[in-house]
């Protein structure tokens, strides 16, 4: 038998190892709220069947997402913050919203949007004058009226301003959804507009231009920042709204995360251009924690093979020479390698020597490109989203995504 005296004794060692166990795990969970849950969304085979309607496209998003972070709950708890991350242009084919079935068999990416324009006929007509009136209103234009290029612009520029309204209603609703029910940051993507006006109470599409846009989600679903593509790709330049003479200011591309830092949003190439990336850092604070950049690496072989230098969209960045492409195996290697992925870390590295007088610099900062793998129509895409930081790559996927804790 135990006695009085014993039982206290072991009464007051398991209450002990209670209170350890206790401590442990409120140290442990106090870790867990200061760290960052970044999810990075890799859709797998996205084609253009997943933006039938509305309904298709949500449901397709949030599959994603859980793919990516490989659990059922909608909310982690367990992170004081959560981001989440989806690829460049995942929002451009809601062009296709609530069109005829026979839209999703065409295998040719540009008849389908002919098909498009024929099936919205009367609307189409409207938008393709005034974008003919907007296009040639400029003299030296006119020798551009034989050019398939020009045309085939116009025309796309037509159909999405078109369908600009249905599209960003869906692309508002499907990423502020998540974003409150994740209870998330959420990069959605980009997507083709006009400018978008927006403050905390209102958001509207304008007349404005027409843009590559990635929009950022607060927790509670209101939009906190749009970052606008400055460097169209090949594809892109006869189609978007040339941005002359634009001036770079620090607040175009960053936006400031509650309790965690700033982060730099850049659409695909731009994160090659110095220009896009702020130049007047005097304070720690100042320093990016996160580089973000959605990206679309089409055709699918590209992301493999040697890459040869734009063709048609201007010189490369100022400081990106020839060495580069000479000692590159692929376009992979310059995105993950010596290329856009340790700008961010050489101006860290130089604002600490300015800051150097200071102690307790922390200069850590992670470079995040996020991209997907499928076919919408003929328009294919292959490439890896990865996270590195100054010194390698973390992590590396072309299937679903991944999820990362920061701190």
Known sequence: MISHQEGEQVVSQQQQIIDDNNVENVSSSDQANNETNIIVVHPTNLNQDYYRNEETFKQAMNNFVDLASKQEESIDKSFKRNIIIFPEMIGAWLICL??????????SQLLAIIFIAFSNIIQFIRYFINECWIYFSEIKRLTN????????????RSIFKMKSQLMFDVYLSTFSEIAINRNAYVIAGSIYLPKIEYTHKFKRLTNDGFYNQSIVFDPRGNICHISVKAFPSEDEHYILTKQKDRIFKSNDFTFEIEDFGRVILLIGYDSWYPNCYPTAISKEKDMPKLVIVPFLSSPANSWKECWQGFQDNGPLPQDFDEFNLANSTSLS????????GLRIFKQNKTTSNQLSTTNNINTSSYFICCQMTGKIWSLSANGESFIRNSEKVLLETNLNGFNISIK
């Open 333 to 340: 290697d310059l995105w993950k390698g010596d290329g856009a």
């Open 145 to 156: 009226l034989l050019s398939f290029v020009a045309w085939e612009g116009i025309i796309y």
């Open 98 to 107: 609530n069109e005829q079935p026979f839209t999703f068999w065409i295998p």
